[in-house]
């Protein structure tokens, strides 16, 4: 079983307030998961009873609109902790939950960390500082939604996976998303999105092959994205 003390993704979480005793508690009660690709992790309206620190890997938050559709809500990455606010609420979780690369992940249980919610202020303080976090970018992205238009999103989506997932070698995004995923971030459908991108390929803005998407003129998405085009 691994060290919850030695553990680096620890630190970018509302975890690193934990002092060492609290650490060794955690580790103690924690389950460690390999998760495969494509995994359903937890589902919308589960109870999930406790928290997954991502230890490694990818994975997406999504809701499912009226529609049938599932609307990605977030991205989370490696060091983020999912399920803070339903476990603060004691409620359902309001979002599911699904592995886009394959996942390391350790689950831990609510009565525990809600034992270290009650004695250990500077956690409690963390723990709300980043839902009230993740309710700002739940606000910024309801008024992207409603505000810009299908075009200005997908440009400030791809800007969005340049700066928190980078390139690999050859320059493409290093998080390869399906068009149907890229979709489901931008809220519109499969047909469209797909369009869009031979549009932008079009206007030199963006290169495809497969999967693989290249963003060639990041200047021109950055103006697009704020509606100046």
Excluded: W
Excluded at 150 to 166: M, Q, T
């Amino acid at each position: 079983m691994g060290k919850c003390e030695q553990c680096i993704v620890r630190e970018f979480s509302s975890l690193k307030a934990l002092n060492k005793d609290e650490l060794v508690k955690m580790a103690n009660c924690k389950t460690s998961y390999s998760i495969k690709k494509g995994t359903l992790i937890f589902e919308e309206g589960e109870n999930v009873n406790g928290i997954y620190c991502i230890k490694d890997g990818v994975c997406k938050l999504t809701k499912l609109s009226q529609n049938g559709k599932d609307q990605i809500i977030k991205l989370a990455i490696k060091g983020e902790l999912l399920g803070q606010r339903s476990m603060i609420s004691d409620e359902p979780v309001n979002l599911s939950a699904v592995a886009l690369e394959d996942m390391e992940v350790c689950f831990i249980p609510r009565t525990e960390i809600m034992g270290f919610f009650e004695k250990n202020n500077q956690f409690s303080l963390n723990v709300m500082k980043t839902i009230c976090s993740d309710l700002k970018d739940a606000d910024d992205h309801s008024v992207s939604m409603a505000q810009k238009t299908v075009k200005e999103r997908l440009a400030e989506n791809l800007l969005y996976l340049d700066s928190i997932f980078g390139e690999n070698e050859d320059k493409s995004l290093r998080i390869q998303l399906s068009r149907e995923e890229l979709a489901g971030m931008i809220g519109t459908a499969t047909e469209s999105c797909i369009r869009l991108l031979s549009d932008f390929k079009k206007l030199d803005l963006i290169e495809l092959d497969g999967k693989r998407i290249i963003l060639k003129n990041k200047i021109k998405l950055k103006k697009l994205s704020e509606g100046n085009y």
